[in-house]
C-alpha cells in the first residue's frame, strides 16, 4: 500500500501517468512476490504484461515509440544471450527464459537507454543478494535462486526517473 501511495505522489500530476505507473508496479511486485514462490515468471503475465505497456506507451507518449522498441529489444536481446551463454557454460537452471522475456518486458517499459540501468541495478542487486547467501552459509555455489524479483526492483528504481521526468 505505501508503494502505491508513494507512487501517487510522484507520478500524481496526471490520471493516465499515474494508472499506468500503478500497472506497471503491480505486475513488477507481482513478479517479485511469485518468482519468490515459486521460482517462475508466469507467461500468463508477462505476454499479457508487454501488450499493455506498448498500448500504454503508445497512448501516453507516441513519441517515445522507438524508444520503447529498442528498449525491449535490448532487454530481450541481452538476456537471450546471456540465457544461451549460460546454457552452455552451466547448464540448466543458470538464466530461465522468464527472466529474459522480463527483460524484454522491462525494456519496453523503460525504453532504451534506460533498460540499460534497470538491468544493471538488477544485475548488482541480485549479485549482493547472491554474496549474502554465500557468507551466510544459506547457499552454495551450485546453489540457484530467483532472479526476476531484483530485476523486478531495478525496473522500479529506474521507472523512478523515467516516468518522473
Known amino acids: 500500500m505505501v508503494l502505491f501511495l508513494v507512487i501517487a505522489w510522484r507520478f500524481g500530476e496526471t490520471p493516465a501517468t499515474l494508472v499506468v505507473a500503478w ?8 513478479v517479485l512476490v511469485i518468482d519468490f514462490e515459486t521460482r517462475r515468471v508466469l507467461n500468463i503475465m508477462v505476454v499479457p504484461a508487454a ?9 501516453l507518449q507516441p513519441a517515445n515509440l522507438p524508444s520503447m522498441i529498442g528498449g525491449g529489444l535490448v532487454g530481450f536481446g541481452l538476456f537471450g544471450l546471456l540465457y544461451g551463454i549460460g546454457r552452455m557454460l552451466f547448464g540448466r537452471g543458470a538464466l530461465g527464459l522468464g527472466d529474459v522475456k522480463l527483460a524484454g518486458v522491462i525494456g519496453l517499459m523503460t ?7 534497470a538491468l544493471l541495478y538488477g544485475a548488482l542487486l541480485g549479485g549482493v543478494a547472491a554474496l549474502a547467501l554465500l557468507a551466510t552459509r544459506r547457499a552454495g555455489m551450485k546453489s540457484t535462486s530467483a532472479y526476476a524479483p531484483y530485476l523486478a526492483v531495478g525496473a522500479m528504481i529506474a521507472l523512478w526517473t523515467a516516468l518522473g521526468g
Open 23 to 30: 500497472c506497471y508496479a503491480w505486475f513488477l511486485v507481482a
Open 51 to 59: 501488450v499493455f505497456v506498448v498500448g500504454a506507451n503508445w497512448w
Open 111 to 117: 525504453g532504451y537507454p534506460a533498460v540499460m540501468q
